[in-house]
Structures are given as structure tokens and as C-alpha cells.
């Protein structure tokens, strides 16, 4: 089991605070990070990648210091940023296998049989030796998974996964959750919280630089339990439903227009308490943090 440590990490950029004093204790699987545009999410992950340095704060990956064994993190780091690109007259085999020459030390053989384990449990067999140029964003974007499992390390970050993919390539990189966090920890950073909802065990959401959720994600739905209503409306319920309640969906059906709304209480007779989803919790917890809670 591994295990990430971040006590009250804090990171600047001149005089503006990016991020707070946020701590958080995670072990192996995938932890959801989400938070709008700005939060901190990427300020965050680039101090445990180790592409900026630590300014206030300690992290620990498993009994390795961040400020005193910096080369030994880095080798149980991998990452994936949101921009990925590589060379495209590459074939997807020969980069896994350039990477490999440069993060470990092993023959030859041994360097095939290990890339080759990686391209089957990824399911990439079909295209691997297409040159990358070729390539779907999908394709391309497996291809980035696979490099950051190069060399068994302990933590995966990436960075927005899915931006820029169609749906069917976005559920493409979804199942490649639960095979890249069986025995470490994955990272994933995302504004788009369908993404994780399937496979994450662990949530962070931040907001302007604080942690306004530290827990399962379970817990996270469970929290919003009673506030989510649905119902079809017209007229004089529907204006005070968009005035006083904050719309989550609205759909035209034959009945009506019907609306799903976050409130304390049903705001109309025919409304009825519905079960939240991630996203619906997302957006309770993050208007909760902006009234002060």
C-alpha cells in the first residue's frame, strides 16, 4: 500500500496565493481532484510532480520526503499533462520503448517483455506499431497512459485526461482508470466530474486555493441527501423555482418543463426529493463554500 502525505502545502505566485494551506493523506486507487478553472489543481499537482518547488508546506510519498529525497520521488513519479504530445513518425512501440531506455536500466529483452505487458493490459495491440501521427486523440492519449506506467511508479498524475476528446473517445480513457491504480495512486485532475465518477475512491475538491472536501466519495453524495427536487412546472411555480432555487437541468417533456433544482426544501407542490449524483453534489458543495460554510 502506498501512501501520499501533503501537510499544509502552500505556493504563491508573487503576491497572489494560489494555494492556501491544503493537507490531504491518500493510499492506492484513484483520487478525483476537481475545483473550476484557477482553484489550484494544477498548482498542486506540479508541486507533487516535482516541476515546482516546494515554497511552504511538506509532502511524503510513502517514507521518501519530498525536500530531502528528491531523486528517489522523482523516480516513483509519472505524469501526465494535459497537453501531451511526442513525435509523430514514432511508432507507438519504439517511444514506450525510448522511454524505457530512459527511465530504467534493463536489456534489451527485458525492455520489450515489460513494454509488451504494458501495450496488452492497455488493449493498444492493434495500433502500437502504427506510426503516432496516425493516431486518433484517443489513441494518442492511451498512448500517454501507457509512458506514464513506464518503470511501476507509486504515483500518476494527469492532468484533465478527456479535454478535447469526443464522448466515445472520453468513455475510451475512462476504462483505463481501474487498470492504472490497481496498487498505486492516480491523481486525476479534472472540471468535467463525469469523468471520475465511475472509478474514483477518494475525493479532493478546491476551491480558490482551499480543500473544501477531503473524503469518499460516497460521503461527498451523501452529504447533499434531501437537497435535490424535481418536477414539471409552468407559470408562476416555475419563475419561483429559477428565482429562488438554483437550476440544475431543465428539460421540455410533453407534461411541461421539467426542472431538477438544488433547495433545503421542495419549492413547488408536485416537486419530489430525487438522489444526487457527483455532479449534483459538486455544484451543492462548492455553492455551500461560497456562502461561507
Known amino acids: ?120 493490459s492497455l488493449n493498444m495491440e492493434e ?46 480513457i475512462r476504462e483505463i482508470f481501474p487498470i492504472i491504480s490497481k496498487n498505486r495512486i492516480v491523481l486525476a485532475t479534472t472540471h468535467i466530474v463525469e469523468d471520475i465518477e465511475a472509478y474514483c475512491t477518494h475525493l479532493l475538491v478546491i476551491k480558490e486555493g482551499r480543500l473544501i472536501y477531503n473524503g469518499k466519495k460516497e460521503n461527498f453524495i451523501k452529504e447533499t441527501e434531501g437537497m435535490i427536487w424535481q418536477g414539471i412546472m409552468e407559470g408562476a411555480d416555475l419563475a419561483r423555482v429559477r428565482d429562488i432555487g438554483q437550476v440544475l437541468t431543465t428539460r421540455q417533456t410533453v407534461e411541461g418543463t421539467q426542472i431538477k433544482y438544488i433547495s433545503k426544501e421542495p419549492l413547488t407542490s408536485n416537486s419530489i426529493k430525487i438522489s444526487a449524483n457527483l455532479q449534483d453534489a459538486y455544484i451543492i458543495h462548492s455553492t455551500l463554500a461560497d456562502e461561507g460554510r
Request: hydrophobic share 35%; charged share 25%.
Open 1 to 120: 500500500m502506498n501512501t501520499l502525505k501533503v501537510e499544509n502545502l502552500k505556493y504563491s505566485y508573487g503576491k497572489v496565493e494560489a494555494l492556501k494551506g491544503i493537507s490531504f493523506e491518500v493510499s492506492d486507487g484513484l483520487v478525483g481532484i476537481l475545483g473550476p478553472n484557477g482553484a489550484g489543481k494544477t498548482t498542486a499537482m506540479k508541486l507533487i510532480t516535482t516541476l515546482f518547488s516546494i515554497q511552504s508546506g511538506d509532502v511524503y510519498l510513502n517514507d521518501l520526503d519530498y525536500k530531502k529525497d528528491l531523486s528517489a520521488v522523482r523516480r516513483n513519479l509519472g505524469y501526465l499533462p494535459q497537453d501531451f504530445t511526442t513525435y509523430g513518425n514514432l511508432k507507438g512501440r519504439e517511444f514506450l520503448e525510448i522511454i524505457a531506455d530512459l527511465k530504467v536500466n534493463w536489456d534489451r529483452n527485458k525492455v520489450k517483455s515489460y513494454i509488451g505487458g504494458i501495450i496488452e
Open 127 to 172: 495500433y502500437i506499431d502504427r506510426k503516432i501521427k496516425e493516431y486518433s486523440g484517443g489513441m494518442k492519449q492511451k498512448l500517454g497512459f501507457a509512458q506514464v506506467m513506464v518503470g511501476d511508479p507509486k504515483v500518476i498524475v494527469v492532468d484533465e485526461p478527456t479535454v478535447g476528446l469526443d464522448p466515445e473517445q472520453r468513455n475510451y
